[in-house]
Structures are given as structure tokens and as C-alpha cells.
């Protein structure tokens, strides 16, 4: 597989994005955050203005891709259904993965929309990018356990992340009504936690049932990630249909976000 990928240098825009964030990113913070956006009182879509509404963004976090959002959805999904064209719920997946970066239309600054997220509450730990940036965060020092606030083996669900797409979509299909099994919600929620499921930290939080979905991201970032290097993908109507008509079977009404 490829091995230029997710290269992160430093004093780049990535890295400014990163230091921001990791000083920023606190228990408080992501309490409010998840508070405010419950509430979902922000906008209704229908999934078909969310996906278009990706055009506008280019991830600026991204050290490997300077396409708009909506194509790397559309690369993502391809990618998935080359190898899986039965498995829709898989490729669905693929293609809204990312749509939780509509937070930017809200007011959102970058460093809470987008990057790896990592958890709150607890040490912040070397395997995190960047990690030197979060010696100015008001947490470093307040829950520098291992544990900090939760029990061993508590559950990777029970963990309370860095706000951003993740948990923010992860919110909005808990909250509204679609075809998406949990399964692939899950897998949403937790598709930028690559310390975990890229470095393999925090086992000490899993339990059980985390085996499952750590497969399951794992596998699932194959596409996310090496989506990235086709660089000869071209977005032709017929991708779009075929999208089209999925995305009405998953999402028959408008989306409250
Ligand atoms: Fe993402
Ligand atoms: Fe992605």
C-alpha cells in the first residue's frame, strides 16, 4: 500500500491546524459542544444539499488531498463497492463518512471540524499527531492519568472524543430518522481516531464488543485513506445516479442537523 500518505510536517498548515486544536480541545469544551449540537436546531437538508454543500470544502487538515469533500465521498464509495458492489450499507457509509463537515457552515472553526480526534478526560497520549501541541491545553496537567475520568476497559463508545465531523454525524443519525444500521454509524463515529484503530493505543479502554469495530474501522480506512491516491478518478453522471438512487432508499426524508 502506499506509504506517502499521512506524512505530517511540521511548522506546515496542518500543523498550526493541529496546535490549535490540541490546546483548544477540552472536557469542557466538547461537553458544550455536544450540548449545543443535540439540539439539532441548526438547519433541515435533504442528504442530497448536504452531500452538495461538501463541493465548498477542501479538508484543510489533509496533508494528501486538495479535492473538494463531495469527491472524495464519491472516491471513498467507489472504492468500496469495486470491492463490495452488494454491500450498500458499506458503501453509504463510504460516501456520507464525511458530511459531518457541514459544521463549517455553521460557524465552526477548522480545528473543530476536522483532523484526528483523540479523547478528552484523560492523558493525552504520544501516539496522537502533534502530540507536543498539547502542552498548552488547560487539561494536560488537570487529567494526566491513564484513566483520568473513565474505568479501565470501560468501552471505546463510553470515551467522550475531541469535538468534530465525527461526533458530530455520529449525532445527527442518532437523531433522525434513515436505514443505516448502528454498525455503520459506529464506524463513522470513530473513523478519525487513528490512534487507536492506526497505532493501537488505547486497548486499555476496550471491551468486547470493541474487537468487532475496531475490525470494522480498520477495514474500513482502506478506503477512506487509499481512495486518496487514485489521483485519475473522474465523478461521471453515472456515479451520481447510482448514488442518487441509494441515498433516497437510506434517507427518505430531510435531515435535521
Ligand atoms: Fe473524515
Ligand atoms: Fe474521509
Sequence with gaps: MDNTLRKYKIDTPQYFLYKEMHEKQTLEYVNSKVEQYKKLNNKVMTIHEILYSMDNFI??????????????????????????????????????????????????????????TFPVGCQFRKSIIYYDTFINNPDFNKYNSIFGIYKENCGIKNLKMSFGHDEYLYLVLQNNKHNLPERYQNIIRFHSFYSWHLENDYKYFMNEEDEELLKDIKHFNQFDLYSKSDKDFILTPDIINYYSDLLNNYFPCPIKL
Design 59 to 116: 479538508d484543510p487538515s489533509d496533508p494528501d488531498i486538495d479535492l473538494p469533500n463531495s469527491v472524495h465521498a464519491y472516491q471513498t464509495a467507489e472504492m468500496i463497492k469495486d470491492k463490495y458492489p452488494d454491500n450498500y450499507d458499506l458503501q453509504i457509509c463510504g460516501l456520507i463518512h464525511d458530511i459531518g463537515k457541514i459544521l463549517f457552515k455553521f460557524g465552526e472553526p477548522n480545528w473543530s471540524i476536522v483532523g484526528d
